[in-house]
């Protein structure tokens, strides 16, 4: 992981310099929770702390010394990074005992010892509690990083003894700004606003997208939504189409559509970050509000376990056609 490429993210700035105040002040804490939404990159940030600890040079993470050398060649023998292996859903309590028993080792050059945990809201209950003790009882020079999204359930006997750190999504003018510059697609700055979007305003994850592609996205969507609304689509049609081509960016995009109805029904300014916040008391809702949110938790349901070897199209079909009832309410 680039720890360099973390002073790229101006929206970072705020959690270095309190990393960098800390240490100053000779409070550099044991343990720390970088709580973070996914395309911020707080995995950046995570290495970058951890380069901070290690390096071995003025003006750290200096990027030079043979400690940031060997970083940045994946090869510190300092630290030791966790994260869910690719063919499994949870860090297995093996690999934390694994890193906690490289924390107890003495540090190979001297310094410290550092742990980081990405994603770690794939720890499961006990692997999270393995860590009670080295965070209850740390030795000199450690320093573990775990790395989540806010939504998180580690239980709170963890995730109250290290120092939160929140990265906060950037405004959408300094994610334009930032994209416009940094990705690679050349697009001017308001051809990203779609993008953005679809990506919950995360500029790593719009950097991905194509906006062109995004905007002829936007449009088909619009179109399909209006034949879904006025009853004149097929919906194994429009599912098998769907599930064939960018079934995840629709999803996404099907997200912000219905979680702008429901604002615009409710009668409050549309925002991509206050989509989770809207969680009123479904016997306060008109009915066809009503209908609404239970679309989009069916859809979030949806996108949580769309990776999960299910049928795809049979279930975008079910969605559509419980998505069809809602609107026409
Ligand atoms: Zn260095």
């Known amino acids: 992981m680039d720890f360099l490429a973390a002073d790229s993210l101006p929206w970072l700035g705020e959690s270095q310099e309190r990393i960098r105040r800390a240490a100053a002040a000779g409070r550099l804490p044991h343990s720390m929770l970088l709580l973070s ?25 200096c990027g030079a010394c043979p400690s940031c050398l060997l970083l940045r060649a994946d090869n510190h023998p300092d630290l030791n990074v966790l994260r869910v292996d690719e063919d499994a859903r949870q860090i297995k309590v093996d690999q934390v005992r694994g890193l906690i028993e490289s924390l107890e080792l003495k540090s190979y050059r001297g310094g410290y010892k550092v742990g980081v945990i990405e994603g770690a809201e794939a720890l499961n209950a006990n692997g999270a509690n393995a860590f009670l003790k080295t965070l209850e009882e740390p030795t000199q020079n450690t320093l573990l990083i775990m790395i989540a999204t806010p939504s998180h359930r580690l239980p709170a006997t963890i995730a109250s003894r290290c120092l939160r750190i929140g990265v906060r999504t950037p405004s959408p003018e300094a994610a334009r700004s930032w994209l416009s510059t940094h990705a690679s697609s050349a697009a001017p ?141």
């Open 37 to 61: 939404a996914a395309g911020l990159g707080a995995e950046n940030l995570g290495h970058w702390i951890a380069a901070f600890a290690l390096c071995e040079s003025a003006g750290r993470p």
């Open 189 to 329: 700055a308001a051809s990203w606003d779609s993008a953005l979007m679809l990506a919950g305003g995360a500029p790593l994850l719009a950097a991905q997208l194509d906006p062109q592609r995004v905007r002829t996205l936007d449009e088909e969507m619009r179109a399909s939504m209006e034949r879904l609304t006025a009853n004149s689509v097929d919906v194994t049609v429009l599912a098998e189409h769907w599930a064939k081509s960018d079934p995840a960016l629709r999803l996404a995009w099907l997200e912000n559509w219905i979680t702008g109805r429901v604002y615009a029904g409710l009668g409050i300014a549309d925002s991509v970050e206050t989509a989770e916040r809207t969680r009123l008391p479904a016997a306060l809702l008109k009915p066809k509000i009503r209908g609404l949110f239970e679309l989009l938790d069916a859809l979030r349901e949806f996108r949580r376990f769309a990776s999960t070897g299910m049928n795809q199209q049979l279930a975008l079909e079910a969605l559509l056609l419980g998505g069809r009832a809602a609107l026409a309410k």
